[in-house]
């Protein structure tokens, strides 16, 4: 994106994989080691063996010098769509492959757009909006120690004639929301998205996302603040909306 690079890139060159993988081994027996850990607290059902194999395909991929972007997708969107219904273990299994996935697919080529057809090859009911939303969130919790700063503004559009989710980043100065936390803003969009789904079961699709405002404390401002703030937009606009038949 205009030359800028995203901090995180540094983490995942094939010399950096291979020297934080401790962590996915000491995932990888500690699921073997307690089944119990694999289980999702509210519905009480084990995940743990999709859990290993999810880590263990992780490992393979973090071990091959030169991983076929198409499996570090193909890992991605697996992770993805059960995000926050398996376990913590799978979550931090799929925060790490969602930040590899913008460093190998997407930021390089980025332009402030990203294109999704979530539910591709799925028949589900699609909706879309009947009118355009603003909605904003905020994240603030000012302190003397450790405070927390996320704020940011959705502009939601339909688009009937386009089967598919856009994402437009439009704030073009750092100063109301740098850059590096685009891959967090719209992620947290993703979760929201995705989320809405499994509580409604409504998929939603021809819609625009834009984010064209916020703020930032260059002190308080952390990644987390930002995947807050958005929940909160996204889940205030989702509660005005007038939802209509995708045709």
């Not at 509210?42 to 991983?67: C, D, Q, R, S």
């Not at 926050?84 to 402030?112: L, M």
């Amino acid at each position: 994106m205009n030359g800028k690079k995203l901090s995180n890139a540094q983490y995942y060159t094939y010399e950096a994989r291979k020297k934080d993988v401790r962590w996915l081994h000491s995932t990888i027996e500690l699921l073997l080691e307690q089944s119990e850990r694999g289980r999702n607290e509210e519905i009480g059902e084990l995940f743990t063996n999709e859990t290993i194999e999810v880590a263990k395909k992780l490992l393979e991929l973090i071990e091959t010098e030169t991983p076929q972007s198409e499996d570090i997708s193909e890992l991605y969107s697996l992770l993805k769509f059960y995000k926050g219904v398996r376990n913590s273990d799978w979550d931090n299994i799929c925060t790490h492959v969602e930040k590899w996935h913008w460093v190998a697919n997407i930021w390089d080529n980025f332009e402030g757009i990203l294109e999704l057809d979530l539910w591709k090859g799925v028949e589900f009911h699609l909706y879309s909006i009947a009118k355009p939303l603003i909605s904003e969130g905020k994240f603030l919790r000012l302190a003397t120690s450790v405070g927390c700063y996320g704020h940011v503004w959705l502009r939601i559009e339909p688009k009937i004639k386009q089967r598919n989710i856009q994402i437009f980043w439009q704030i073009n100065d750092d100063k109301i929301i740098p850059f590096y936390y685009i891959p967090t803003i719209f992620e947290a969009i993703i979760d929201g998205i995705i989320d809405y789904f499994r509580k409604t079961n409504i998929a939603l699709t021809g819609i625009k996302i834009i984010i064209d405002n916020g703020s930032y404390h260059d002190v308080d401002s952390r990644s987390i603040d930002y995947r807050i703030a958005v929940t909160i937009a996204w889940r205030k606009a989702m509660a005005n909306a007038e939802l209509i038949p995708y045709l």
